[in-house]
């Protein structure tokens, strides 16, 4: 496929993800595809995903946690097979209602129209905060 091919692909699961069409999505993946994100302490849907039944798990999983309040590309770099991306994300995690936003990067391997790898980077320490239970302080109610 040429890299137009390879960039619509991308931009078009995207697209599929900001609508919340989860099975659209998944459409894109290649059946063994390689999902590889940060592991993240206490969060736990962070870590790897093989195939597209665990992506499918894993985006119900974070659908359930977080709210998507933003979620933006800025730039999109291609080079024959392979889509880098960067942008930015904000959500309320559900079990906190705290806010955080983040930069990311993700790099995408596409073959023959189908997501075979991904790999995302983002700031996990925020996150975490995000996602961790306050401990209530002596005299707090």
């Not at 039944?53 to 933003?70: C, K, N, P, S, Y």
């Not at 079990?95 to 391997?109: G, K, L, Q, S």
Request: charge should be negative; aromatic fraction near 12%; charged fraction near 35%.
């Amino acid at each position: 496929m040429s890299e137009k091919e390879n960039l619509e692909t991308v931009r078009e699961a995207y697209a599929a993800f900001r609508r919340g069409d989860l099975e659209a999505f998944v459409a894109f993946l290649a059946d063994d595809v390689d999902w590889v994100m940060p592991e993240v302490p206490g969060i736990p849907f962070t870590g790897n995903c093989r195939g597209r039944t665990q992506v499918e798990e894993f985006f119900r999983a974070l659908a359930e946690a977080e709210d998507v309040i933003e979620f933006t590309q800025d730039r999109f770099v291609v080079t024959g097979d392979r889509v880098a991306v960067t942008g930015r994300y904000r959500v309320r995690v559900r079990a906190t209602h705290r806010t955080v936003e983040t930069r990311y990067a993700h790099f995408f391997a596409v073959v023959d129209g189908k997501i075979h790898a991904f790999e995302e980077y983002y700031d996990t320490a925020a996150v975490a905060d995000a996602h961790r239970q306050r401990r209530a302080r002596a005299g707090d109610r």
